[in-house]
């Protein structure tokens, strides 16, 4: 037992359960320790709740929904200094992440009392194409070097990227993310609707304009192919997605779906034959995780992380090859055998990981710095 007061610091995308949000829910649900206080948004608290999740919140922000990301973090921003003071008897802080609604207010903690102890997630490195994310990020690094006193990372590429820009080895553990079997063992067996499911937040670096295209190449050999899409994103970018399915003669071919809850998004799942994944930075993969959870086989650019986290049930294309791409989802829908080969490799690959698993380390690691 830690026997320690904590603060989690969840203030950044809060709107859906992506990987980082994921992983703090499930390590507060497997916490030992009780006294847990979430500083979070409204939508953050709704999220806990919805995850049956109980501890007590401290709410920044109360908006329905988000448009313009980096004013909702400065606002978040602004407002975490006013619930700051309601803090001051936790020992621990943890950051859901690296945004700067997470860092700037522990870094400021830590200016003043440096006794207490600062645990940071990373779960990857902004390209510089994506410049306001990118030098937010910069920012939040190097407050992160200087005084966080254990950084909890989900793959090793990423320590040794980190290590490389002057972090300290001994303060980062790479603690994989997980997986809840016990979810899709409930899921019964059902009839697929479904060819292709995309599952993720509608966003540019998730590669959603690829999967137009690549899914347009299925089609050309596959007529009736359907996809699902289950995410949400801007309106300004929904919009654009839709023009582009139209014009591209897609209409019958693509569902949209919004975001759905977990459990919504995993029966989309099991109706579905393949997780289409041409995301363009991942940590991890959390939603190709799920899908081998889910016995179903992905197919996903070639982005470095994959080899260590998926060696097998995965197929991997070089990044900007997209009627590769679709040539190896028609392979998998049009070849029995190979398809039962892949979903089977891809469940075995999901067995190495566990929700109960990940969180267990987290909180033997958070052990050891304090005593």
Request: aromatic content about 10%; hydrophobic content about 45%; glycine content about 6%.
């Amino acid at each position: 037992m830690i026997n320690k007061k904590i603060a989690v610091f969840l203030n950044d995308y809060t709107e859906k359960k992506s990987g980082g949000v994921a992983t703090i829910l499930e390590i507060i649900r497997h916490s030992p320790e009780k006294n847990i206080i979430v500083l979070t948004s409204k939508m953050g608290q709704q999220l806990l709740r919805q995850e049956k999740i109980k501890n007590r919140c401290l709410i920044t922000t109360d908006e329905n929904g988000i448009e313009n990301v980096f004013l909702l973090y400065l606002k978040r921003l602004i407002k975490v200094f006013f619930v700051i003071p309601k803090l001051k008897n936790k020992d621990i802080f943890l950051a859901s992440s690296d945004f700067f609604p997470n860092t700037i207010p522990i870094w400021v903690i830590k200016l003043f009392s440096p006794e207490k102890i600062w645990v940071q997630h990373i779960f990857h490195l902004i390209p510089k194409n994506r410049k306001v994310s990118f030098w937010s990020q910069r920012l939040s690094l190097k407050l992160i070097k200087n005084r966080a006193d254990l950084i909890i990372v989900d793959n090793n590429l990423l320590k040794k990227e980190l290590v490389k820009k002057g972090f300290l080895p001994v303060k980062i553990v790479v603690n994989h993310l997980g997986v809840n079997h016990q979810h899709f063992e409930k899921i019964k067996s059902t009839r697929i609707k479904y060819q292709g499911i995309f599952l993720g937040r509608l966003h540019q670096a998730k590669g959603v304009f690829d999967l137009i295209k690549i899914w347009q190449g299925v089609v050309g050999k596959i007529h009736q192919a359907k996809l699902i899409i289950v995410g949400h994103g801007p309106r300004l970018l929904v919009e654009k997605i839709q023009k582009d399915i139209n014009q591209k003669g897609l209409g019958n071919n693509i569902v949209f779906t919004g975001h759905l809850n977990s459990q919504q998004a995993f029966r989309k799942l099991a109706q579905s034959l393949v997780l289409v994944f041409p995301s363009h930075e991942e940590g991890f993969g959390l939603a190709p995780i799920e899908a081998q959870a889910c016995s179903k086989p992905v197919v996903a650019w070639n982005l470095p992380v994959f080899k260590e986290v998926f060696p097998k049930g995965m197929i991997r294309v070089p990044i900007g090859k997209n009627r590769l791409f679709a040539k190896q989802v028609i392979n998998l829908l049009q070849n029995k055998e190979y398809y039962q080969k892949i979903a089977r490799q891809a469940k075995e690959n999901s067995l190495k990981y566990s929700w109960q698993r990940t969180a267990q380390r987290e909180w033997q690691t958070i052990e050891k710095i304090i005593n």
